[in-house]
C-alpha cells in the first residue's frame, strides 16, 4: 500500500519478475488495502506509513485485527522514533527505510513471509536504544559453557544474521540452527533471540 504510483508499480514489477513471488492487489490508501487484503489474504503486506484517508499505521492495525494472517512490512521515509514504536506496537513484522536498495527489500519480503523480522539498521538501533533504555542488557548466568558451534552461532546471530543465513554461513540445515539457539537460550537462560544477541554484542561478538 503507497500513495505514490510510480514508487508502488515499481516494486511491484520488480517481484512479478521473480520466482516464486505473486503481487496479488495493490492500494493507495489504507483503507483500500485493508478491504484488498481481506479479499485477497497476502502472505505479506508492503505498507507506507503516510497515506491518504487511513494512514499505515491505523492500517497496520486493522489488519492485525480483520486479517491476523497477512504480515506487514513497513517502507517509509519517516525516521520518527514514534512511527516505528507504534508501527511494532499496532503489528508490523518489519520496519524498512524506502532507501533500502532492491536485494534489501527483497530479502526482507523473504524473511517476513517466514515469520522473521527485520528493520533497516537505522531503525534497529532505535530499537535496541529503547530496550536499552527500558530494560538492563541482560548479563547471563556467571559461568556457562557454550560449545565452539554454539559461540559461532551466537555472533553470527549478534551481527543480525537470519536462521537462513546462519544456516548458509556454517553449512548447517535450518533446523539444526533452531536446535543450537534452543541450547544457547536455555544455557544462557535467556527467553528470547534478542536477549542473546544483546549478551553477544556485549561480549564483542558479531563485529
Known sequence: MDDHALFRQGIASVLRGLPGYNVVGQASDGIEGVQRAKELSPDVVLMDVNMPRCGGLEATLRLSREVPTARVLILSVSEKDEDLFAAIKFGARGYLL????PQEVLQAVERVAAGEAVFSPAMAVKMLD???RR?????????VE???REMEVLGLLAAGASN?????TLVLSENTVKTHLKNILEKLQFKNRSQAAAYAARLGLGK
Open 98 to 101: 524506502k532507501g533500502s536498495g
Open 130 to 132: 529503547e530496550f536499552k
Open 135 to 143: 530494560e538492563p542488557l541482560p548479563s547471563g548466568p556467571e559461568t
Open 146 to 148: 557454550l560449545s565452539p
Open 164 to 168: 537462513r543465513e546462519i544456516a548458509s
